[in-house]
């Protein structure tokens, strides 16, 4: 072999790496990867979601690594398959939903129907946030896939998205967790904005003692109005009610413990990965994405405000008045916001706990979040 040819074969070799393709945009993606990694060992926000998340950004970021392309004959790599048939196929986000379903105790809304509007209130944003994007140049699908970011729940994001406008997965996932997991940072400034503090130490009488019957009830009852008024969204809340039906008729409990314990986590880690694995440079780093992560915010603190004054407006006609606080829960971060409202309430009254009023709120956020985006696949898709 002559001089030439060697030298040829290992120029052949060195185009083949990573470091003859290297590009300097890729290094910011690693700088948020990384951010969200550390986020989620160091300050421990929304881990479980956060670390994949982080990890499949970095990951993806390199070049000419075979994880989300496809292979010459034509099958899809690692992190598309679970791309694919995840999210594309839109089966992550309802396995979660049943999750969610068998870990909910729907007990504190039955308890304390009133709470659904707060919920349904706590929506604000995603209107508002819907039509300041469509006057910023998003098409109308864009804009209420962004939309729906306030309401801080990332598997009707990512549904609602897949619908609407698949293009916009990673940015409008990333978003919707990245504000979940900073609930507890972005909410109390908020609330205390919102609230004087003979407000805030307002105390709610104890939650009546929900039956058995009701809980079982409630999931299907449910299921049959979501049904009948937003069809399209039961995929999400027929598995979500179908986990609590589960959960609640007591006689299935493996099926319950797998679908609390070993399917949830399995599906967490494919939907972090997945989700992080859309955000590459190319893709990422533009004002669309970019304008998104930062509409989010303003998005989900509308929403959160909305959520307040919903309470506030309520306690206008309300003899018994509920504390404006746990407005702040009918964001549908589940059960971080109800935490929030929590500890919010102790600030003020050491022996004011608000935890299981904040629930229902909360709960109320789900339905509610599911049932604007059910509202926009009727209209747009």
């Not at 390199?62 to 392309?69: C, E, I």
């Not at 859309?278 to 959520?307: E, N, Q, R, Y």
């Not at 509920?322 to 409202?341: D, F």
Request: net charge positive; aromatic share 10%.
């Amino acid at each position: 072999m002559s001089v030439n040819e060697i030298m040829d074969m290992l120029k052949g070799i060195l185009y083949t790496t990573g470091v003859f393709n290297f590009q300097w945009n890729i290094v910011i993606m690693w700088a948020i990867g990384l951010l969200f990694v550390w986020l989620a060992v160091a300050k421990k926000y929304e881990p479980l979601l956060l670390l994949p998340i982080g990890f499949g950004i970095f990951l993806v970021n390199f070049p000419l690594v075979p994880l989300m392309g496809h292979k010459p004959d034509g099958a899809p790599e690692l992190l598309q398959v679970f791309y694919h048939y995840g999210l594309e196929w839109e089966v992550i986000p309802c396995v979660i939903f049943l999750g969610l379903g068998a870990m909910t105790d729907f007990g504190p809304l039955i308890a304390n129907p009133k709470t659904l509007l707060v919920g349904a209130g706590a929506q604000l944003g995603v209107f508002i946030t819907f039509t300041g994007t469509v006057l910023a140049g998003f098409t109308l699908k864009e804009a209420a896939s962004v939309g729906i970011i306030g309401g801080a729940d990332g598997p009707t994001t990512i549904y609602l998205t897949q619908h609407l406008a698949p293009q916009l997965l990673g940015a409008n996932a990333l978003a919707a967790y990245s504000y979940m997991a900073m609930v507890p940072l972005i909410q109390p400034p908020l609330v205390r904005l919102m609230t004087n503090s003979k407000e805030r130490r307002i105390r709610m009488r104890q939650l009546r003692v929900v039956s058995k019957q009701e809980k079982i009830l409630f999931p299907l009852v449910t299921c049959g109005i979501i049904a009948l008024l937003v069809p399209s969204v039961m995929p999400l809340m027929g598995m979500f009610m179908l986990g609590n039906l589960m959960k609640e008729c007591g006689v299935v409990a493996r099926l319950t413990e797998t679908a609390q314990g070993a399917l949830m986590n399995i599906v967490t880690i494919f939907l972090g990965i997945s989700v992080g694995a859309t955000m590459h440079a190319d893709k990422f780093l533009s004002w669309k994405p970019l304008f998104i992560f930062g509409l989010g915010l303003v998005d989900f603190a509308v929403c959160t405000i909305g959520g307040v004054l919903t309470v506030k407006i309520m306690n206008l006609f309300l003899k018994e008045k509920i504390n404006p606080i746990i407005g702040a829960a009918g964001v549908s971060a589940v059960p971080m916001a109800a935490r929030v409202a929590q500890m919010e309430g102790l600030r003020y009254d050491k022996t004011n706990h608000l935890l299981m009023h904040a629930v229902g709120p909360n709960l109320a956020g789900v339905i509610g979040s599911a049932a604007a985006a059910g509202m926009f696949i009727a209209m747009f898709d």
